[in-house]
């Protein structure tokens, strides 16, 4: 029922291998073949569910999200229609693959991207999907994970936003299979994005079609991104709500039995609604702003001033209605820096 393999993903320079973990549960089993560990799913296996952690290394709730799903998967341990009550194991009717640490180097360095020594091109895993055997370090690594992902149904990538971040689950605009998927998952809020034409320029200038959820998608393959809030510290709360979603998406895809709960909650635009630095300088949210609040534009969020003269240099006001779903709280800005996060409801 529960299979784990190491896989070696690039070499350093030194010739030490990166290597990582690979979980597999359910029907499918690990095998070896020429280059390591590989997923192999019978034809009557049922659907296959990938998901993965800690792309970025200081996003470390996800791989403890899989560490306590692996705890409820083999283990049992909570009163469920999925639980077998003779094994204590849950009753699969597929496969999950999961690999809670998918980039080691970041990982290890408690970091977001990886040292430009290592990957002076492509320093952010999550930007170069599907990746190239014979490329950059990030890119031979992610060509290494591509073959378990690009075989599953649907994939959940899980990341981990700031403490002043709200949890949301991030989907493909447009694609009702990355939206049943999200609302499976069951967070609050749910940003839809944008891709290729339809996206604001911004997403072409960030190279945000290497993401990983993108590469997936363009692939027929449902997948979402969700952002458990806290990164750098595993917080209780955020795992709980990253277990939950994840047995959710498991009953939708009919790997688990039972179905996910009802979701009632918000869709906005991604990557739109940012109020940034005008200048740089300190920046001072208004005393009750938090997240989730609902804001009207026009209305004041904060501001920046210069710490030497005590000038201000910005009123930084919402630039339309919504949702707050970030605030910078590291006092000190830079110019075109986000300080504050409005989620714009729409109607999908």
Not at 7 to 35: C, K, N
Request: proline share 5%.
């Amino acid at each position: 029922m529960h299979d784990s393999r190491e896989l070696v993903l690039a070499r350093l320079p030194s010739g030490v291998p990166i290597r990582t973990t690979v979980h597999v549960y359910g029907e499918g089993t690990l095998v070896d073949g020429d280059g390591g560990p590989e997923l192999d799913v019978p034809d009557d296996g049922g659907p296959v569910v990938y998901a993965q952690a800690a792309q970025h290394g200081r996003e470390v709730n996800g791989a403890a999200v899989l560490r306590r799903l692996h705890a409820r998967l083999v283990d049992g341990g909570v009163d469920d229609d999925g639980i077998d009550g003779e094994r204590g194991e849950m009753k699969f009717r597929g496969t999950l693959v999961s690999v809670p640490v998918a980039d080691p180097l970041t990982f290890d360095h408690v970091s977001y991207t990886t040292p430009e020594s290592l990957d002076s091109i492509n320093a952010n895993m999550n930007r170069c999907w599907p990746g190239d055997p014979d490329g950059t370090l990030h890119e031979r690594m992610a060509a290494r994970l591509w073959p378990f992902a690009s075989a599953a149904d649907a994939i959940v990538d899980l990341h981990t936003g700031s403490p002043n971040m709200l949890t949301h689950t991030v989907y493909m605009r447009g694609d009702e299979a990355c939206r049943g998927l999200a609302e499976a998952f069951g967070t609050d809020l749910l940003l839809a994005e944008a891709a290729g034409d339809d996206a604001d320029t911004e997403w072409a200038e960030r190279n945000f079609g290497g993401k990983f959820r993108v590469a997936a998608t363009r692939e027929g393959i449902p997948t979402i991104t969700p952002e458990l809030a806290h990164s750098r510290e595993i917080v209780e709360e955020a795992v709980e709500t990253g277990v939950d979603g994840m047995v959710g998406v498991l009953r939708r895809e009919d790997v688990l039995a039972g179905d996910p709960d009802p979701w009632n909650g918000t869709v906005a635009r991604n990557h739109l609604g940012r109020v940034t630095a005008a200048d740089s300088g300190l920046f001072r949210p208004e005393p009750d702003l938090a997240i989730g609040d609902e804001v009207t534009d026009g209305q004041r969020l904060g501001e920046v001033y210069d710490p030497a003269t005590f000038e201000t240099l910005q009123v930084a006001e919402a630039d339309r209605d919504g949702i707050v779903y970030s605030v910078a709280r590291e006092s000190t800005v830079t110019a075109g820096a986000t300080l504050v996060g409005v989620a714009e409801r729409i109607e999908e």
